[in-house]
């Protein structure tokens, strides 16, 4: 069955950067366009970034500039690289497979100012 594994959050002061990985298995990960998405406490869920089969990406404005999405078509894995991260970036962030709207479990960010 599909699966969608992330890692890679944790705490960090403003300023700082983290990279998340979200390893897919379960589907053929090159064909599909893979996305990361975040929850804030009291708020809904909101796209990030994505990325299609051929590499292009699509950014909210909020992280234009200080985040970078890619993926490792051979290790069947999506990466978020955060940089410049801000205390407003504190949320869980999530792995989402469009197609057939699969989530992984989520990994928490938290960034202190």
């Known amino acids: 069955q599909v699966q969608l594994v992330e890692s890679g959050g944790g705490l960090v002061q403003a300023g700082g950067s983290l990279r998340l990985s979200c390893v897919a298995s379960?589907?053929?990960?090159?064909?599909?366009?893979m996305a990361w998405y975040r929850q804030a406490p009291g708020k809904q869920r909101d796209l990030v970034a994505r990325?299609?089969?051929?590499?292009?990406?699509v950014y909210a404005d909020s992280v234009k500039g200080r985040f970078t999405i890619s993926r490792d078509n051979a290790k069947n894995t999506v990466y978020l690289q955060m940089n410049s991260l801000k205390p407003e970036d504190t949320a869980v962030y999530y792995c989402?497979?469009?197609?057939?709207?699969?989530w992984g479990q989520g990994t928490q960010v938290t960034v202190s100012s």
């Open positions: 379960g589907f053929t990960f090159s064909t599909n366009t």
């Open positions: 990325i299609n089969s051929v590499g292009s990406t």
């Open positions: 989402y497979r469009f197609i057939s709207s699969n």
